[in-house]
């Protein structure tokens, strides 16, 4: 894990997927996006990035978080 005043940035765990598909589906989140996404589209987007990413590059793939302190 590295963390910052500001941010954390961590391995994704599967607890991501709520707050992630949240954002997803905000429309204030999203408002520079083409569409907001359900939480299926937010699921398939990390599981295809995921293995994209670590089939590519071999590296694991990482959730950030915004610090609280």
């Given at each position: 894990?590295?963390?910052?005043t500001?941010?954390?940035?961590?391995?994704?765990?599967?607890?991501?997927?709520?707050?992630?598909?949240?954002?997803?589906?905000?429309?204030?989140?999203?408002?520079?996006?083409?569409?907001?996404?359900?939480?299926?589209?937010?699921?398939?987007?990390?599981?295809?990035?995921?293995?994209?990413?670590?089939?590519?590059?071999?590296?694991?793939?990482?959730?950030?978080?915004?610090?609280?302190?």
């Open positions: 894990m590295l963390e910052t500001r941010l954390i940035l961590m391995q994704w765990e599967a607890k991501n997927m709520a707050p992630f598909a949240a954002k997803n589906a905000d429309p204030d989140v999203m408002r520079f996006f083409p569409v907001q996404l359900l939480r299926e589209e937010s699921e398939s987007l990390t599981a295809s990035s995921e293995m994209e990413l670590m089939n590519e590059i071999e590296v694991e793939s990482y959730a950030s978080l915004e610090s609280r302190s």
